[in-house]
Every structure is written in structure tokens, then in C-alpha cells.
């Protein structure tokens, strides 16, 4: 690789992650007192993280179908407000057994 253009590479990630964490506090001077933009705000990071994610988890195991039965596992605990760790071993251990059934 050019030297050139691994340094135009790396001034240009940092310009961009400095934008992104510089942009909020130019555009908002005042505090924000919408609850709309507040919760909006909030949760950017949740979605984020979520949608970085999810993709990983379905091709994780090397077979679709038994991440997909584990994610659904695991989904469906998590909206019973099971522990973190419960639905962890869980969905593991339902990828673990689709494995032995399925080949």
C-alpha cells in the first residue's frame, strides 16, 4: 500500500469520527428540552449496536437455521425478563442441541 494513501486514509477516519462526535455539540449550544430529540438521542446507541450486530449473530455458528432458532430462544426470553445470563446459556445450549439434530 502507498504511504500516501494510507495517510490520506487515516486523516480521513479521523476527520470523519471527530465530525460525528463534534456535530452535536456545534448544532445543540442550548439544552435540549424536546422529548422527542431526548429519546431519539437515547437510544441511538442501542440501535447501533443492534443493527452491528444481529447480522454477526445469524451467521455465527456456520448454520443459519440453528442461529436463527437460537436467536428466536433467545429473543423470547429476554422478552420474559429472564436474566442476561439465562438467556445466554440458553440460546447456546438450543444452538448446541439444532446442531446434533439437525446434522
Do not use: E
Request: net charge positive; glycine share 4%.
Amino acid at each position: 500500500m502507498d504511504l500516501l494513501k494510507m495517510f490520506l486514509m487515516i486523516l480521513s477516519m479521523a476527520g470523519v469520527t471527530y465530525l460525528i462526535r463534534m456535530l452535536p455539540l456545534v448544532c445543540f449550544r442550548k439544552k435540549i428540552r424536546s422529548k422527542y430529540l431526548l429519546s431519539v438521542l437515547y437510544y441511538i446507541p442501542y440501535a447501533v449496536l443492534s443493527a452491528m450486530t444481529f447480522p454477526y449473530i445469524l451467521y455465527s455458528t456456520g448454520n443459519f437455521y440453528t442461529a436463527l432458532i437460537g436467536t428466536v430462544v433467545a429473543v423470547v426470553l429476554a422478552v420474559f425478563k429472564r436474566s442476561l445470563l439465562t438467556v445466554a446459556i440458553f440460546a447456546c445450549l438450543t444452538v448446541f442441541g439444532c446442531g446434533f439434530i439437525f446434522f
